[in-house]
Nanobody, 123 residues
């Protein structure tokens, strides 16, 4: 089965940057997609960004477009979320997710999820 482990979260000031990483192991399919979701306390889980592994096709939530960039490193089997111009509203636990289809990942219905990493943006 696929295993996902997030890292890179932390405390930053508004306007700062952070890079999250999601290491992938145990992949059982050759074509798949990866994504990031966030969830703040008392709030619903929200889509952030997604990428198709083979083609590099990406999707972003409107709220992060122009600020966040999702990418992958094929040699490391790792997906990254570069987060720039961070806002207090970005404060949340960020989860990595994976599935065989990009649309499924964007919809939040991915089969595989990581444990999450905390991002806190102070004002």
């Amino acid at each position: 089965q696929v295993q996902l482990v997030e890292s890179g979260g932390g405390l930053v000031q508004a306007g700062g940057s952070l890079r999250l990483a999601c290491a992938v192991s145990g992949r059982t399919f050759s074509s798949y997609a990866m994504g990031w979701f966030c969830q703040a306390p008392g709030k619903e889980r929200e889509f952030v960004a997604a990428i198709h592994w083979s083609t590099g096709i990406t999707r972003y939530a409107d709220s992060v477009k122009g600020r966040f960039t999702i990418s992958r490193d094929n040699t490391k089997n790792t997906v990254y979320l570069q987060m720039n111009s961070l806002k207090p509203e970005d404060t949340a636990v960020y989860y990595c997710t994976a599935d065989t289809d990009l649309r499924t990942v964007v919809a939040g219905s991915g089969l595989y999820w990581g444990q999450g990493t905390q991002v806190t943006v102070s004002s």
